[in-house]
C-alpha cells in the first residue's frame, strides 16, 4: 500500500498542495503589501524558498528512491542474462541467498 501510495497518489496530489500553498503565501504577501505592512527580510528574496524547498524535494528523492527496489542493503545486482534461451531480468540477489553461477 505505501509503493501504491507514493508512486500513484503522491505525483498527482503533491502539485496541487504546492500550487494551494503558493496561492496562499502570494495573497498573504500582496495584502502585507497592501496595508502597507513591511516584509519581514527572508520574503524579500526567493533564495529563502528556493534553497529550503531544493533541499526538501532532494531529501524526499532520496528517501523514495532508496526505498523503492525493497533489496536490503547487503544486496548484491546480477544483471540481465540469457537462460536456457530466455531473456532473465536483472535483479537484487541477497548475499546468502545468491547461488554459485
Do not use: C, H, N
Not at 520574503?43 to 531544493?54: F, I, K, N, R
Not at 523503492?68 to 537462460?83: I, K
Amino acid at each position: 500500500m505505501t509503493k501504491k501510495f507514493l508512486t500513484f497518489i503522491v505525483p498527482f496530489i503533491a502539485p496541487t498542495i504546492a500550487y494551494i500553498m503558493w496561492v496562499y503565501f502570494r495573497q498573504e504577501r500582496e495584502d502585507a503589501v497592501a496595508q502597507g505592512r513591511r516584509l519581514p527580510p527572508w520574503q524579500d528574496y526567493p533564495w529563502t524558498w528556493l534553497v529550503t524547498l531544493g533541499a526538501l524535494l532532494a531529501a524526499v528523492t532520496i528517501v523514495f528512491f532508496g526505498s523503492l527496489d525493497g533489496a536490503g542493503t547487503d544486496a548484491e545486482y546480477r544483471p540481465a542474462r540469457y537462460e536456457d534461451g530466455k531473456l532473465v531480468p536483472g535483479e537484487f540477489v541477497d548475499k546468502e541467498k545468491k547461488t554459485p553461477e
